[in-house]
């Protein structure tokens, strides 16, 4: 069998043969990195998965720590579990105690189980709080080959790396913490192949919702799923994130993308990223896990990015999406399976069939969310923003998604820019994503959101609307006071 | 009420009712702002929330018909979107101890299988009659039944599937997954010991 040779990071005179995992299950990335973390084979047909990075919040643990402590147990491995705050955090004062009391419970409840249990809390003002799917690859705790867990449907942003990342409920985070394994079942892998490049003034948010609304919301149960193709090895990590954070939404219970030179480059020089000779040797071996050229998949869709255009949802799934130039569906252009909750669309957003959604009315704009509330989305939306100004009426603010991004995106000036067009400037949390923090509509408020769900009720008012879209049309949006394609204004731009 | 699941799971029995609608998702189930609470106990009041305050009293969760119900019938994709265990904790404090549907959304379906809670696929025509059968009669009663895989009334019996690795689950009582788990620390230890990336990407 053939062999790599790494040289031992302790003593690197001494060579030390590693069988490259690529040799030990020729196959897909999917498929070697499972097999790298199978533990063992459980009664009842499922696999017992160990998982190499688990990540924790306030709202999906509290009741995981107090079933491990109702069974006598303690965290099995502290040291591969990391915290951090974001669901609940107000965006304004972030001063303590939180003005509402439930928060603030929740908040000291985490605090106190990490710090009984060992785990690092990146508590607000440490400097690496955010949302944990921001924080996560910033720190570069989020690598290559890796198995990834977190009580949050998103965990799947991880798979941007080439890890299997998937989101587990409250019953898994506690046999997280009690055996850092779970018992899981394999998916089956579905190639996602993008041919060609997206045009100008268009995003990973709009191909990822154009994927889901070719393939639908329950298309991807049962499978991960795997971006590739021209169009996705062009993208930066923080577009790759986008794309892998909303395979969920498309029922994909995780996606990813197979490691190259992009991910490489972003890791190296993070604080958990190997460095030294570690580095090398990581590098060889995050290479052997991609997806060998001649692996077979269990299913494959091609696409073309070239016709893909900025992309907004119009109704209450995010696979009801529809082309900027494009009209609210009639029933009769929709699969019959698609039409009760195309009706119900209809009455819930009030918008009938025939409507073009370019200049469909808004309320509130929202940037931020583990979708797009990364620097690169901030500048994205700044790089509109810059020169304009927010429409009379439109409420409109920016949410970053970690205090890293925050930081930075102050030391460029962008926290300027949104303010002098009439955005506010806002601390880092989830925020309007799902509003269990103040922020949340009121009422029958529309709002254009660049975060991940449109479902009835998510924004915090149980009848208000979500229109999903990218931070530049968000920001296209907030200045005309309706949905506009952003390449109109980048072609015109403001002087 | 009865008693949360505990050990075997093999039949469920008691009267039905019916939520319909594909991609019902768990925002819906319980809304985000039930999630601030430290514990589950007070989701059951909190099932539906919302879609239950715009229907104003018709919502089949407040139905007096359907009170004592058990079984909960649903269509296509049922607990899509958030990961939030509080969905099947809310529906299971309610008083749900079965699911049936056409098809469920996987990581719900895994938090109900957590709990001890089968959620068994039907297909869409079968779905849509049992759904008739409930509405019409509120008070008929139902058993679902993991060996034979049906669901069944005194009138009617339709062929139900779960795959086999959680009905076995179910089944033998194995559901709660942390006793197996730990079972293989051993094994666990000696994987850490293999991983490259903790072992400096170098095998000792």
Known sequence: ?495 | MFAFPNGVVQKISGTALMIQGEDIDTDRIIPARFLKCVSFDALGDQVFADDRLELAGDHPFDQERFKDASILIVNGNFGCGSSREHAPQALMRWGIRAVVGVSFAEIFFGNCLALGIPCASALPDQILAIQAAVNGDATRHWALDLEGMTLASDQERWDVTIDAGPRDMLRSGRWDATSQLLDNSSKVEGLMNRLPYLNNFATR
């Open chain 1, 1 to 495: 069998m053939p062999s790599t040779i790494y040289a031992c990071a302790f003593c690197p005179s001494r060579k030390v043969i590693v069988i490259a995992a690529a040799l030990l299950s020729s196959g897909t990335l999917y498929d070697k990195v499972w097999d790298l973390h199978r533990v063992a084979d459980l009664p009842g047909g499922s696999t017992q998965l160990f998982v190499g990075l688990h990540l924790v919040h306030e709202v999906t643990s509290p009741q995981a720590f107090s079933g491990l402590r109702d069974k006598g147990l303690t965290v099995a491995c502290p040291e591969r579990t990391v915290a951090t705050v974001d669901h609940i955090v107000p965006t304004t004062s972030q001063a303590r105690p939180f003005a509402d009391p439930l928060a603030e419970e929740m908040l000291s409840t985490l605090e106190r189980n990490c710090a009984e249990s060992g785990i690092a809390l990146n508590g607000i003002g440490t400097g690496r709080q955010g949302i944990v799917h921001v924080i996560a690859p910033e720190l570069g705790l989020s690598q290559p080959g890796m198995t990834v867990a977190c009580g949050d449907s998103h965990t799947s942003t991880h798979g941007a790396f080439g890890a299997i990342a998937f989101g587990i409920g409250t019953s898994q985070v506690r046999d997280v913490l009690a055996s850092q394994s779970l018992a899981m079942n394999k998916l089956k892998v579905r190639r996602i192949l993008v041919n060609g490049h997206l045009s100008a003034g268009v995003s990973a948010k709009d191909l990822i919702l154009h994927v889901i609304r070719t393939l639908g919301v329950k298309g991807g149960v049962g499978y991960a799923y795997e971006f590739s193709g021209s169009a996705i090895e062009a993208l930066s990590m923080e577009e790759r994130m986008t794309l892998c954070n909303m395979a969920i939404e498309g029922g994909a219970r995780c996606g990813y993308v197979n490691p190259d030179q992009i991910t490489f480059d972003y890791l190296k020089g993070r604080p958990h990223a190997p460095c030294g000779a570690a580095w090398d040797a990581a590098v060889d071996w995050w290479r052997s896990l991609a997806t060998d050229t001649k692996a077979v998949v269990d299913d494959e869709v091609v696409f073309d990015a070239t016709v893909i255009a900025p992309t907004v949802t119009w109704g209450i799934t995010p696979g009801q999406g529809l082309g900027i130039d494009e009209c609210v569906p009639s029933l009769t252009m929709l699969n019959p399976g698609e039409r009760p909750i195309a009706t119900e669309a209809y009455r819930y957003m009030d918008l009938q069939p025939g409507t073009p959604i370019a200049g469909v009315p808004i309320d509130v704009c929202f940037i931020g969310s583990c979708t797009n509330g990364r620097l690169s989305d901030l500048r994205a939306a700044a790089a509109v923003a810059r020169g304009r100004h927010v429409a009379t009426g439109v409420k409109a603010f920016v949410v970053p998604g970690s205090e890293q991004v925050a930081r930075a995106a102050e030391a460029e000036g962008l926290d300027q820019v949104f303010c002098a067009a009439g955005f506010e400037w806002r601390e880092p949390g989830c925020s309007m994503c799902l509003a269990m923090n103040p922020d949340r509509l009121e009422g029958r408020q529309i709002s254009a959101s660049s975060s991940n769900r449109n479902f009835k009720g998510r924004q915090g008012s149980a009848n208000g609307r979500t229109l999903l879209m990218s931070p530049a049309m968000v920001v296209a949006a907030a200045v005309h006071g309706r949905v506009t394609d952003v390449r109109t204004l980048a072609l015109h731009p403001a002087s």
